[in-house]
Structure formats: C-alpha cells, structure tokens
C-alpha cells in the first residue's frame, strides 16, 4: 500500500494468498481492508464462497487473467505472497497436471496421513522428499495425480525445484526469529479481539458450511473446534499461535530456496526498510 501510494494511478496489488480467496474469511486471513481495496485495485481476494473448493490451477487462471488486466491498463503489478506454491505457479508459469476429483475423494476418507505419505513414497519418492509428511493436502494432491494420471508427480515439468532466469523481482523480507516470534503472538491476539471467533461461528453457520481447504486455514481450523463445543478458547489460541509460528518457519524455508529473491533484513519497520529496495525495481 506504501508503494501504491507513493506512485499513484501505477500500482494494482495480486493477493498470492490460498485463504484470501474465500469471502467472509477476512479477519483470520488478514485481507486489505475495504478502504485499502477501495483506494488501491486489488486482485485475488474474494474469488468464491468458503463453502467452495479452490485449487492451485484455479488460482493461475484468475492470476494469469488479472496480470493482462492490469498490463492492458498500462499499470504495474505487485504480487504479495503468501502462498508460495501459488506465487510459484504463476511467476514460473508451472504446467499443472490435471483433476481426478473421484481419487482425491477417497483419499480425503483416509485418516492416517502417515499412511497416506507412506503411499506417496512409494509410489513418488522424489516428490515425497519435498512434502512435508505432516502437509495432509499436499500429499493428497501428489497422490491424486500418481492415481489418476499413472505417472510421477514429480514429472510434470521441471517442478518447484527449478529458478530459471524471470523478469519478475522477487523481494523477501526476513525477521528476527524472536521478534517473528512475538509479532506472531500479537497478531492472533489481535484477530481474537476484532471478532474471528464470530467470524468462524458465522462461516459454519452457512447452508453449506465451510468447504475441507477452507476449513485447514490456520486460526479457522482451530476456531471451528472452539464454536462447535470441542476445545477452550485459550487452548485454541495457543494452538494458533504455535502453529502459525511452525508455518512461519516453514514458509521462510520455502522462499530461502529461491536464489532469485533479494531478501531485506528487518530490524524495526517493514515498511520504511523494504520500500526503497521496491522502489529501485521500478525507478
């Protein structure tokens, strides 16, 4: 939004989010404010209701589309991730493989996802070795296409493993560890205090509920125990809080492959820190 404002009329944001795709999911996922998306276009955000499946593929075909959007108007497009798989699919321009929704339906039945990468293993080493064995989705999209497809996984393509040269810069901003660690904290407690409890509560209150990817997003996941009786409400928020910070470290793991990115060290504001590097790009 900085940036968008110091150039104004040139930038429109690309949310590269899997949860800020769902509406109704706006305090949990931290979704620009409707006066921010009033002041500045944004994409990505809001695409389908939380009772909707919404996959990898879906998203490359609403970002690919945004992006000639945006260059037919002459503008700038900023990407803020996010998701990196996803930011990965439309930077790399990823060939995805096809759907088998009737595999994916029955593996979703399977509860042991030990089982499950024990399967994937077999059947997909290579693309195993990069899942986590705890990443129950993931591991079920990788079975689905072995499943259906009758070939590797890991074959589509070259994968998330290769960086080939792209005209899209990439800038990473790193934290402390400590201080990620305490930003994390505030932040869910923060979310608990603007109301995403009743924000759950309402979700689920829906003729169709939430669909199974919307209901894994951190915080929802959680929550959705508090509403329907099964766990406290400060056992939840601890678990967030955990659990947010274990995917911090995962996510950072992901984008420090990537020897593309520049990443910018951040002592105190993200903003005043990170903002000049942005704006060398576009000088």
Known sequence: MALARSRPGQIEILAVDAMQVYRGMDIGTAKPTADDQAEVTHYGIDLVDADEAFTMSDFQREATSALATI??????????????????????????????????????????????????????????????????????????????????????????????????????????????????????????????????????????GMSRTARQALGYKELISVVEGNAPLPKAVDDIILRTRQFAVRQERWFRRDPRIRWVEIAADPVAEALPVVQEYLS
């Open 71 to 208: 260059e037919h108007a002459g503008h700038t497009a900023v990407l803020v991730a996010g998701t990196g798989l996803y930011l990965t699919a439309v930077i790399d321009d990823l060939t995805l493989p096809g759907e088998w929704p009737d595999i994916r339906a029955e593996l979703e039945l399977q509860p042991d996802v030990v089982a499950l990468y024990e399967q994937l293993a077999d059947l997909d080493p290579h693309a195993a070795a990069k899942i986590e064995p705890t990443n129950q989705r993931r591991i079920v999209r990788a079975l689905e296409v072995c499943l259906g497809s009758g070939r590797p996984f890991s074959s589509f393509g070259p994968g998330t493993d290769a960086y080939p040269p792209i005209a899209t810069p990439q800038i990473g901003l790193r934290w402390n560890r400590d201080a990620l660690t305490e930003r994390v904290a505030q932040r869910v407690h923060r979310m608990i205090e603007a109301g995403l409890v009743d924000e759950v509560a309402r979700l689920l209150s829906a003729p169709s």
